[in-house]
């Protein structure tokens, strides 16, 4: 028991509130002017005016005699005076909720004071009734009913979500008021419209009086309903996706209860409905798989996701392949069909080294042949082959000259030759010493070197399957060539003839120009 008083000093009114709880027998001491007493009293007397405007009288003490209790049956056993004029009322219940009054009656006055009682009753406990089973996002439902019973005074009930005070318009509360009890009972409806977010919140109400007690209901928790508002397709598939590969396709939905079956449409031919399952394989694709896959909600076709798949193909098909033979002079048309599902790039390369541009062969040359491969890459798929060439033909000299040796005595005469397979080589006469280079795209050359001790007529002749070719060259015996002399001959004389024109041009100059000195 702990009474709360107004803070005034000397109030003719006095609010007194005390919190009695249920069952429990307890005494009040109501203050008479806040124990004040003063040495002149001639006589105290406490009354107490009913709820229905009627009064009555407690007890009087005179100056120097005993308390006279006078009052009805309600309080007759139950008041008492204590020595600073309090009255002391036992066994305290509700309908002791009401004004006393004490008038003092001293020498030269009469004052009254009241003192307003009230008397808190907290509710038996809070509880929610009526629970929604579930509730349906967006929709304004019925949540609950909270009950907070047998309270004085009729408390507010206020709704909390997560501990969190929800706001109220204050519609759906009532109070009910019991005559013979004196307490109220309060009710309090909560609509509540759901949001996704309330999945696992917990909705509970609560109350709290004036002397700040406060009490709450247990907690409690919904079910959200909502419909899809979301819906993906998924294409897992091996990456790249080549023919004879398997795409499954997932569907996937959000709501509440969620959906658990689905309508795949498979590139606009067909409509598969697929139930208690969300995803759909396509085995074996080929590159008519390619297209628009969808997926959509049985009941609602507008909920509806979709993807395209491209399966990769790369096919490529070379003319001429394997080994080819040409003859010189020939022309070989290279033909490269590519077919494939995107941009593809092609690389061509000869004997490993690449080329810059796919070979073309209008006029065969030794010098074309070779191992020749391509690379067709599409993303990650690529395709390679090659073909290999062979020109083949007679041969031909493309050169039969004679040089100097280096220690400057013999000759060396050098016979160089086209075609293919590689021809032999074989001179008129025999040398001191005979040397063939590599033979590299259809060219060799073959040196020999003579001492000549006359004038002589060699030949080189060369030879392959296809045909033979023969060359002459004239050497000398003589150390030096005949043809070297005259050139320098020729030279001196043009170098005398150049001088005198000059000379002649310059004295030309001077005749004409005689005033002037002209240095040449
Ligand atoms: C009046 O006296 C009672 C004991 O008789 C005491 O408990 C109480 O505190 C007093 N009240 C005041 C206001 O002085
Ligand atoms: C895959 O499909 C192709 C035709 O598109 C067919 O020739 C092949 O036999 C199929 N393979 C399997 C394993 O079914
Ligand atoms: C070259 O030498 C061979 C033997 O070494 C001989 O049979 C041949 O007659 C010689 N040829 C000439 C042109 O001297
Ligand atoms: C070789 O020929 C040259 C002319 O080309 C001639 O002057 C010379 O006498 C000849 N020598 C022999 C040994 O026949
Ligand atoms: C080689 O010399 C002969 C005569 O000795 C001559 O008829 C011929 O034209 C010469 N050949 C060359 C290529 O100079």
Known sequence: MSPYESTCTDCKLLLLILAIVENELNTLEIPCNKGSTKEDILMTKWKYVSRDGLSGNLLVKKKNENVSVSAGDEYKNRVSLASNSSLLLSEARLSDQRAFTCMVVAVEDIIEYTVNVVIYKTPLGLEITEKAEELEIGKKIKLGKCIAQDANPAVNITWLKNNKPLLQDGQGITSKFDPVTGLSTTTSVLIYSAQKEDTDAQFSCSTEDSLGQKFSSSSESFTITYSTENIMLQVIATEPLVEGGNVTLKCEADGNPAPTSFNFNLNGKETVKVENDNTFTITNVSRDTSGEYKCSLIDNPTMEASKDITVNYLD?????????????????????????????????????????????????????????????????????????????????????????????????????????????????????????????????????????????????????????????????????????????????????????????????????????????
């Open 316 to 520: 490529v098909n070379l003319n001429p392949t394997g080994s080819v033979e040409k003859n010189a002079g020939d022309t070989l048309a290279v033909n490269l069909k590519v077919d494939a599902s995107g941009e593809y790039k092609v690389s061509w390369t000869k004997d490993n080294v690449k080329l810059d541009k796919e070979p073309k062969f209008t006029k065969l040359t030794y010098s074309d042949a070779g191992q020749y491969e391509y690379e067709v890459t599409l993303g990650a798929l690529t395709e390679k082959a090659s073909f290999e060439l062979v020109v083949q033909g007679a041969p031909v000299i493309k050169q039969l000259l004679k040089q100097r040796s280096e220690d400057g005595r013999n000759k060396v005469l050098i016979c160089e030759a086209e075609g293919s397979p590689k021809p032999t080589v074989s001179w008129s006469i025999n040398g001191t010493s005979s040397n063939e280079g590599p033979f590299i795209n259809g060219k060799i050359i073959h040196k020999i070197t003579v001492v000549p001790t006359a004038n002589l007529t060699v030949s080189c002749t060369v030879s392959n399957d296809y045909g033979m070719d023969t060359k002459v060259i004239n050497v000398s015996s003589h150390q030096s060539e005949d043809g070297d002399k005259t050139k320098l001959v020729v030279g001196v004389v043009v170098g005398l003839l150049v001088a005198a024109l000059v000379i002649g041009l310059a004295y030309w100059v001077y005749m004409r120009k005689s005033k002037y000195v002209i240095f040449l």
